[in-house]
């Protein structure tokens, strides 16, 4: 990918960073080829950002075009909205007071530079403000009013650096540069940048660290640069150009965070934050399904009201979810009234509405991977041993907490399963899905849909392999290239 740097005027550059074009916001905002140009990366260091200034307009019409742009019009306004310079403050409260506590006087100015600092002492923080701002020339304010606080923040221009730090800024400049998420490896031109949420600590991940390295070599394969990521990168997702989710999604957690970035940022994003508020909740697809009449268990959205006739309409034994079960956890199977009145009252602690379900046992549930409106792969999960579940987590023995599997080339799937699987997961979008379901009497019911299914190595991809990999890669470029010509197509019609 391209990189440019704009300025406001080009004489004022005093750094010396090889291999990156200067250019002023003039030519940026009126030569046509800028307009153009699909695969740019721009970092915007004008003097003035504020509103429609030149260096507003920089970033503006730099995602107006779908190119990738340092700062974002996001991070340009909460420079000056005062709410969000408290919330930070308030987030990072911990390090401010660690990192200025020696400090004797009521007043701090820190610079930082590339989000760095020529005091060691202070990268940390520096580090930490330039994550949730990301503008590359930086100077925050701080206040002591019994503890430190952030008065403000704001970007600063080249001509703002004093004398005596060029020096070192000139060194933070070519090692920012020259990072691989802006300056592409000689020997591969990527085209963009992939980012994989994942989580190092997660016992039961959606995809296993062989699984992941396919990822990342179909990334790779497609023209991504493609980096792994943590929880503590949530600030970095504008950087990238999509970001694909294999961590467990939850509306409650992270992950939902991290999408909802993404797609605000403008993002190629698997899985979206619809997905993820849709599928997380067992209440929401029960009420779908019930609408569409997708065939699913015999079921009652369970609440104090009508608690006392479950036992009636299901008979026993009948299963209960908690909303935003996952992975067979927060399920439970209750063979009768005492233990239905003891596991009602957990639940109901959690969540006023609860999920109770005819119990339908069957040796195995499909899973039928669906994206893009499409079959992806096609798996039998057998019930662990001697449980009715797939999952067990209760088994003492670690070979034995998790069912068999069989990797089922498409075309030998039941029609009925297949048909019914991208009907339901058509209700929620056109991500990733996994849809589990039960064959009774050669039915399809619907049991879920997971809006982030495993693909581990060795098990889904037994039959399509590779396939399956580049299928889901090619999904999140095709989503990126939509959108920039989208972008062109705008910027042509108002021509």
Known sequence: MKKIIVLSDTKNWRLHVPDIQIVSAKDYLT??????????RVFN??????????????SLLAEARGQKVIPSVKSIRDFKAPAVVKIVSDDIENLIQKKLAKLTGTKFVLSIYFGQNVSAQYLELSQELYRIFQAPLLRAKFIYKNKWYIQNIRPISISEIPETHLPMVDLFAKEYFKKNRYHSNKSKNYLYDLAILVNPTETAPPSNEKALQHFINAGEKLGFRVELIHQ???????????????????????????ARRAQSEGLAVIDDPDSILRCSN???????MHVAKIPSPKTIITHSEN????????????????????????VVKVKNKEELKKELNLLFNKSDLIIAQEFIPTP???RIGVLDSKVLFACKYYMAKDHWQIYNWNSKEKAEISGQFESIPIEHVPHGVIKTALRVSALIGNGLYGVDLKEVHGKAIVIEVNDNPNIDAGVEDL?????????????????????????????????
């Not at 949530?234 to 999604?249: K, P, Q, S, W």
């Not at 095709?478 to 062109?488: G, H, P, S």
Request: charged share 30%; glycine share 4%.
């Open 307 to 330: 608690k006392n006739t479950i036992e009636k309409q299901l008979g026993f034994p009948l299963i209960l979810k908690s909303p935003d079960s996952s992975f067979s956890q927060g």
């Open 364 to 366: 195995f549930d499909w």
């Open 463 to 495: 039959v399509y392999k590779k396939k399956i990999y580049l299928s889901v890669i090619r999904s999140l470029k095709n989503r990126i290239e939509t959108r920039l010509k989208n972008a062109q197509l705008k910027i042509e019609k108002q021509e």
């Open 45 to 58: 260091l004008c003097n003035d950002y504020s509103y429609q200034s030149k260096g507003y307009y920089v």
């Open 282 to 288: 067992k209440v929401y697809l029960q009420e779908l």
């Open 31 to 40: 030569n046509p080829d800028y307009s153009i140009e699909k695969n740019l």
């Open 232 to 258: 503590k990168d949530y600030h970095r997702v504008g950087e990238f150009d999509a970001l694909f989710i294999r961590e467990t999604t939850n509306v409650n957690k992270a992950t939902y965070s991290f």
